[in-house]
């Protein structure tokens, strides 16, 4: 019986095997045995341990705390001064032109702020203007504009995006550059002099180009081009903006910083992140070894008041400033290097000494396991 | 005669829904009553959801109930209407697609359902119809059909059997197909009904439908012309069960009595529910909680919208003028339309992307399964097979293993082992050359010489032979005579039948003792002693085996006239009917067997004299024919008979188990798996199987709760019962030492184990109403067991069972494995169906989740395979959350600062890109391919599986942890970069950044932390995942100069024009996305190395060395 059921099973695993095609068969059914199918991928299989990170807790803490140092005294370095001549108090010079502000007047209000400095600003000084409590920000906003129709785009010129209501057309017109963002351009004067000792206003020459990405100026933003050279009548048949007091050709009388290529347009066209922000306005580039950009002493900054801030709360500011490689003034970087840098190297030792005193206990479980 | 018309119509009248009346060929009762034809339900099986017209209103309603799938159409929905800071495209996109792909799937799923129903339905049968047979389709056999059936056909329906095409009035059938017991069982034709089918004028009363497959009650009138009607009382061996295949008998003929749905296999088959893993409910758990953030985060910012717009001039400075249309809006409908915003352009917390990435993840990850090599059985050639991948995760988690027992736990394949004879044993050993000689000799006992009388081993032997209800099978046609000599091969040959198969292991022992049964001939028994020479008896009666009496006997007459009984049952039923001192002998042989996991029968045998013959020939007979209480005066003659009589000797069968079959068990219960095993055997074979793969233990103290305990008590059944369970409480859950820690429980071996044991009956009668109180009880009895076995039960129960666990509290995750159609209904009801590729049909590979070719692979299937499927779709599933909230909280903080404006912060090909490309492939990979612990490892160490025990990784607590991590680091993100920005002039030539530079850093933060934080949480790093990892991360940086790096025309807005390149000419940038992603590193790299470092890194650790050991072995070797 025993020796009988043997054989079956041995014809049975004869016949299983004898016919060639259930033979294939029954190979291509046995699923393959490659490392990927079978899960045996070769692998890498790090496993963190305090042992194993203790040393980046340390390099990291050597490295972070002379990099923050280094930010911290270059923002220290910076030299910047702030004036806000937004002329909310009686006292200031310019709260008469703030009072009395309406769109249409033709003449502009101007007033001018004196001011100080103690120490004299090396190299090239930047000149920003800053605006507080106002929404750049603000989705109605951000998307009140025609990319299309400031890259030139003759189409778009005659006929802007939707998204540019309320500002799209004026009496008929289509507005360009349209939208929202464009017509609330900045659009205050400042100029400022350098009250020399002896009692006259010396004007400091302030560069108006090199102040919008290079890309935005030669890529981004484009003037339309028409039969002629000449930018109004590439421009026939729009209208301005309803708050601009010049049409978009008449920004600047250089042909390179007119029309849609203006810089200031486009510095203001890059919408700022949070309601509080500033703008670079101007440069003043250094003029020689000798002297630095901005020497100590008194300086009057005149502005041509032209935009209302008092209607939402607002504020503005002018601010000079030094660069340094790290960009302005903002001591965060320097102190948040410093303190993650401490703080890793403190974790470091802490780690060092459980790793001493824990390692050696679960080595000793180990063994004991 | 008028007193039962009376009974009738009261009968009818009272319950109609008490039973139901059948007319036998539809022929009238009487032609004086009214015929009225009952109205039945049509033989049609319908197992399909959809019908061609329902299919797309049904199945989007389906899919939309799906809370994730409603949301998003809300969510699209919104976009479409209202003007939101994102398109529609954005969402509708993926949700289309998701929807398309589910809807084809279910569809064609079920159109495979309707091809096999519409298979059994257009069966062609044979129906007598007044006197022709015809062929008819099976599904328009209506109640009440005479029909033909041939051999090896199964039944289109319930019938009641009319006639057979056996003399003896009896047919064969198996119902492998429906409680999975394949061997034959014996049905038998109604009683003194004519021949001639067509002249029957029959009615037959039977009760409704009910799901017992074991259950049957009716009566038959057979009406005869001028003659009182006869009255024949039908059980359930007149009835044949659709589903059933008839065996060994050419033809019969029935009648229809329960068709179509009301079949008992259609009563007890269950709707295929779609299974959700315990993850999506988690998922959907975390859903809510995400939609609440998103709704409170919506509400937040659209009341301080309109909080901050009452300040004067907020709402619309002169710079920031409304559109004609804004300005026209109703207040209310704006605030509505604002809250509808800010929930658009929050809803990237809850991604539809999730839902994807978790279906391919589980779709790509069933195929791991399918590809195993260790699944792959050389015998029936096939690996494992996945029919769902849903429940990958399921794996992982399971708490209750509910196994049937029969192919199994145990091949189904009875083996003679060993005999006792007189308290010597004789063991079938090496001798399997020795044709005929009866090798006691080399057993090892024997060696000493002592052996019983040769005598006592032929009456052992001829016991064996004869004391059975084992059939030959009949040999097929065109096969000669066969001469004597040959018998005994021939017969072998062509093997035998029997109602259970240890019958058949036992007359096969017998045979290779040199004692073979020829056959039953006109009531003669044939055997074949051990000198050849032929011995026949006369078979006087058969008392049959019931699991209450335990025993079986018959009575023979020999050749010399002696009148014999010989008695076979379990030890207990038969020690108390011999006399004391054979006991003594025998007992430790049984014992020993038994706790070996053999099934053990002692055999008796006793002398009659002429005179008690007789008599119990005549009560016999009587008790036979009696209508009433027949069982019962035939078990007290069967009592009578069975006793005084002497004991000979004891078998020991083996069932022999699956491969492995106690390991696989021992590796459930070290995971904290409790086992539980339900059959539809009998308990002794059930309980010695227990014990064979050790499930009970020789210390496991058993609590039995059957039929036979209560009725030992001779109480009150449910009184007895009540009390039981009380008594078992009290013993294994309040007298057993508090649970230490839960996880840890049944470890400590001083606890006493306890295994408890039920049957069908009881079961049933502790889920009726006055019990059911106590199933808690019940319940929390089993809990405390470490095994529990529920045996005589039918497939229905063995799914109520799985439900009743499954609704406990804590809901517990149930998984059912089984191979015969019986066990369908349990593994369709539990969590997990696992079927085995067995040799009972392919009905529970059919409608199972994941179906394995044996028992053993359950092991890698849950501790490997569950194990790792779990972990991995847990951290996908908290990754995702995780991301998200660290993607969208910067946003939300932005609304802050940007007057409640719904400004995105992000670019929108950021928003869309960040779930599809930029993050979703590492945590794909991640999830396919980590393996925190190696399989190897996780197989060798079941009690691992306790560290995922109970869904651990997505409860509440790490829930909350990825959550606050989430939030401090899009805190961190978004107020560093702020810090930042408090002076835009970030690069060396004075210029600014704008509101894209700021969205942009923070994005390039974002991507780059919530990828590294995946990586240090990956374990296993196969070149997959550094190429998706570190590509990933490249492919970002590539598409953000991309992007930035053109003026695309189809865009309405050139925002990133530049952006990315710009930022990375900052050192400032630079510094502050380094900064900002250690920092948020930080608090993770420290949780991991201070958390104590878990078992399952020390193993791997020892692993890896061992393994290292190893390797240097096999190259030293030569073998590598």
């Known amino acids: ?369 | 005669m008028i007193r039962r018309g009376l009974d009738r119509l009261l009968g009818r009248g009272e319950g109609r829904a008490d039973s139901r009346t059948v007319y036998v060929g539809h022929g009238a009762w009487s032609p004086a009553q009214p015929f009225t034809p009952p109205r039945y339900c049509d033989n049609r099986i319908v197992s399909s959801k959809y019908t061609l017209w329902n299919f797309l209103p049904k199945n989007l309603f389906e899919q939309f109930r799906r809370i994730a799938n409603f949301y998003f159409l809300i969510i699209f929905l919104v976009q479409v209407i209202v003007d939101t800071p994102t398109s529609p495209v954005t969402s509708g996109l993926p949700l289309f697609f998701v929807i398309t792909v589910t809807a084809i799937k279910q569809g064609f799923e079920d159109w495979l359902r309707h091809k096999a129903d519409n298979e059994v339905n257009k069966y062609p049968v044979t129906v007598l119809d007044g006197g022709r047979s015809t062929r008819k389709e099976s599904e328009k056999i209506r109640v009440g059909d005479v029909v033909e059936v041939l051999e090896d056909e199964t039944f289109p329906c319930d019938l009641v059997l009319l006639q057979s095409s056996r003399d003896d009035g009896t047919c064969y059938v198996t119902t492998a197909s429906l409680d999975g017991e394949s061997n034959h069982k014996t049905h038998y034709t109604v009683p003194d009904i004519e021949t001639d089918l067509l002249l029957l004028n029959a009615t037959l009363e039977c009760e409704q439908p009910q799901p017992d497959l074991y259950k049957f009650v009716g009566r038959m009138y057979i009406r005869r012309e001028g003659q009182e009607p006869a009255v024949r009382s039908l059980g359930p061996e007149n009835l044949l069960l659709k589903g059933a295949t008839l065996k060994n008998t050419s033809k019969i003929s029935g009648v229809a009595v329960y068709t179509g749905m009301e079949t008992k296999m259609a009563l007890n088959y269950q709707g295929k529910s779609q299974k959700r893993s315990v993850v999506e409910k988690s998922i959907n758990c975390f859903l809510v909680v995400y939609l609440c953030i998103l709704l409170s985060k919506a509400l937040v910012c659209t009341t301080l919208k309109y909080v901050w717009q009452r300040q004067p001039g907020q709402d619309e400075p002169w710079y920031n003028q409304k559109t004609q249309k804004e300005k026209d809006t109703d207040l209310y409908l704006k605030m509505f339309t604002d809250f509808l915003s800010f929930m658009v352009l929050f809803n990237f917390i809850i991604p539809v992307s999730m839902y994807v990435t978790v279906e391919m993840q589980k779709f790509l990850g069933s195929s791991f399964i399918t590809w195993d090599r260790d699944f792959y059985d050389p015998q029936i050639q096939e690996g494992a097979l996945v029919n769902t991948s849903d429940l990958n995760e399921e794996l992982g988690q399971v708490e209750h293993v509910f196994t049937d027992k029969t192919g199994t736990l145990t091949q189904n394949n009875m083996e003679f082992i060993e005999c006792c004879i007189d308290g010597f044993q004789y063991k079938y050993g090496n001798c399997a050359s020795e044709l005929d000689g009866f090798c006691v000799e080399d057993g090892p006992v024997n060696k000493l010489q002592r052996k019983a009388g040769r005598e006592r081993e032929e009456l052992f032997l001829r016991a064996l032979c004869l004391c059975h209800t084992v059939q030959v099978k009949e040999p097929g046609p065109g096969l000669g005579p066969v001469d004597q000599v040959d018998a005994a091969r021939a017969v072998e040959e062509r093997g035998f039948i029997a109602s259970s198969p240890d019958e058949v292991a036992l007359v096969k022992g017998a045979m290779r003792f040199g004692f073979s049964f020829l056959g039953l001939d006109c009531m003669k028994m044939k055997i074949q002693n051990r000198n050849k020479e032929i011995e026949e008896y006369d078979l006087l009666h058969v008392l049959n085996f019931d699991p209450v009496r335990r025993r079986m006997s018959v009575i023979v007459k020999s050749e010399a006239g002696e009148t014999l009984l010989f008695c076979k049952g379990a030890d207990v039923s038969i020690f108390p009917r011999v006399r004391e001192e054979e006991v003594m002998r025998i007992r430790t042989h049984v014992e020993r067997n038994a706790t070996e996991g053999y099934r053990t029968l002692c055999v008796a045998y006793k002398k009659l004299s002429t005179e008690a013959f007789a008599q119990a020939d005549a009560s016999l007979r009587e008790a036979r024919l009696a209508l009433q209480d027949r069982e019962e005066k035939l078990l007290n003659i069967y009592d009578q008979l069975e006793t005084g009589m002497n004991l000979i000797g004891a078998t020991a069968v083996e069932d022999r188990l699956q491969e492995e079959a106690t390991v696989t068990m021992e590796a459930l219960q070290n995971a904290g798996m409790k086992v539980w095993v339900l059959t539809g055997d009998k308990m002794e074979t059930a309980k010695s199987t227990c014990y064979a793969c050790r499930l009970f233990q020789r210390r496991t103290e058993l609590l039995e709760l059957t039929v036979r305990t209560l009725e030992a008590g001779g109480q009150k059944c449910e009184g007895r019962l009540h009390e039981l369970l009380l008594d078992y409480h009290r013993r294994a859950v309040q007298d057993a030492p508090p649970a230490k820690g839960g996880v840890s429980r049944s470890w400590s071996s001083a606890v006493q184990d306890y295994g408890f044991i039920i049957d069908g009956a009881t079961l049933s009668l502790l889920l009726k109403p006055p019990s059911s109180r106590y199933t808690s009880l019940f319940l929390e009895i089993c809990q405390n067991c470490a095994a529990v076995l529920c045996c005589r039960m039918a497939p229905l129960q063995k799914a109520q069972i799985v439900r009743l666990v499954k609704n406990t509290k804590g809901s517990p995750i149930t998984l059912s494995v089984g191979d015969g159609a019986n066990d369908v209904s349990m593994i369709l009801e539990a969590h997990v169906g696992i079927g085995i590729k067995g040799n009972e049909g392919r009905q529970a590979v059919r409608n199972s989740d994941y179906a394995v070719p044996k028992l053993k692979h359950l092991r890698k299937l849950l501790l490997g395979h569950g194990h790792l499927y779990y972990v991995r779709i847990a951290q996908l599933v908290q990754y995702f959350f995780y991301k998200n909230l660290c993607f969208i909280l910067p946003q939300f903080l932005y609304q802050f600062f940007c007057g409640y404006s719904q400004q995105p912060l992000y670019d929108a090909a950021y928003l869309m890109m960040y779930n599809i490309c930029f993050t979703s492939m590492p945590i794909l990979a991640y999830s396919l391919f980590e393996q925190h612990i190696c399989i190897e490892i996780l197989m060798d160490n079941a009690i691992l599986y306790r560290e995922v025990a109970r869904n651990a990784s997505l409860r509440w607590g790490p829930f909350l942890h990825w959550t606050a991590l989430g939030i401090y680091q899009g805190l961190l993100f978004f107020f560093g970069v702020h810090c930042l920005f408090r002076n835009p002039a970030l690069q060396d030539n004075g210029q600014v950044y704008g509101n894209w530079s700021f969205g942009t850093i923070v994005f390039t933060v974002m991507v780059f932390t919530v990828t590294l934080k995946l990586a240090l949480d990956t374990r296993h790093w196969t070149w997959i995942n550094h190429l998706v990892i570190w590509g990933s991360l490249a492919f970002y940086v590539f598409f953000s100069f991309f992007w930035g790096g053109i003026i695309w025309p189809f865009l309405k807005q050139q925002r990133l024009y530049f952006v990315f390149a710009n930022l990375l000419s900052s050192v400032s940038a630079w510094l502050v996305i380094i900064l900002l992603i250690l920092l948020s590193l930080l608090p993770e790299v420290l949780l991991v190395v201070l958390r104590k470092p878990r078992a399952s890194h020390i193993q791997q650790l020892k692993m890896r060395s061992s393994a290292r050991k190893h390797r240097d072995f096999l190259s030293n070797t030569g073998v590598i």
């Open chain 1, 1 to 369: 019986m025993m020796a009988s059921s043997y054989s079956a099973k041995e014809e049975d695993g004869h016949h299983s095997g004898a016919p060639g095609p259930g033979g294939v068969n029954a190979k291509s059914r046995k699923p393959d045995n490659t490392a990927f199918k079978q899960q045996r991928l070769p692998a890498w299989q790090p496993i963190l341990t305090a042992g194993t990170v203790l040393p980046a807790f340390f390099i990291i803490g050597l490295l972070f705390i002379p990099i923050g140092i280094g930010l911290y005294v270059t923002s220290n370095n910076i030299k910047e001064y702030e004036i806000d001549y937004t002329g909310v108090d009686m006292s200031s010079p310019c709260f008469n032109c703030s009072q009395n502000y309406s769109w249409n007047s033709t003449k502009p209000c101007t007033c001018s702020v004196a001011f100080s400095l103690d120490q004299p600003f090396e190299s090239n000084v930047f000149m920003y203007y800053g605006l507080s409590n106002y929404y750049q920000n603000h989705r109605r906003y951000v998307k009140s504009r025609d990319d299309s129709q400031l890259n030139g785009n003759l189409n778009s010129l005659k006929d802007p995006s939707k998204e540019c209501e309320p500002y799209r057309t004026n009496d008929g017109l289509p507005i360009a550059p349209c939208g929202a963002i464009a017509n609330s351009l900045f659009n205050d004067t400042l100029e400022l002099y350098y009250n020399d000792p002896n009692g006259t206003k010396i004007p400091i020459r302030l560069v108006k180009t090199g102040i919008a990405w290079w890309t935005d100026k030669h890529v981004k933003f484009r003037n339309p081009v028409g039969d002629g050279s000449n930018l109004s009548a590439v421009f026939q048949g729009t209208t301005k903006p309803v708050n601009w007091q010049k049409y978009v050709y008449q920004l600047d009388t250089d042909p390179d910083n007119n029309g849609f290529i203006n810089e200031d347009l486009i510095v203001w066209m890059r919408t700022a992140a949070l309601p509080t922000f500033r703008k670079l306005y101007r440069i003043i580039e250094k003029q020689g070894d000798a002297t630095p950009t901005l020497p100590r002493g008194n300086y009057t900054l005149l502005i041509t008041y032209n935009y209302p801030v008092r209607s939402f709360e607002g504020r503005k500011r002018m601010i000079l400033s030094t660069i340094s490689w790290m960009g302005g003034k903002n001591p965060f970087l320097g102190i948040a290097y410093i303190t993650v840098g401490s703080v890793c190297f403190f974790l470091g030792v802490v780690l060092l000494i459980i790793h001493h005193k824990y390692g050696s206990r679960s080595n000793n479980a180990d063994i004991a396991s």
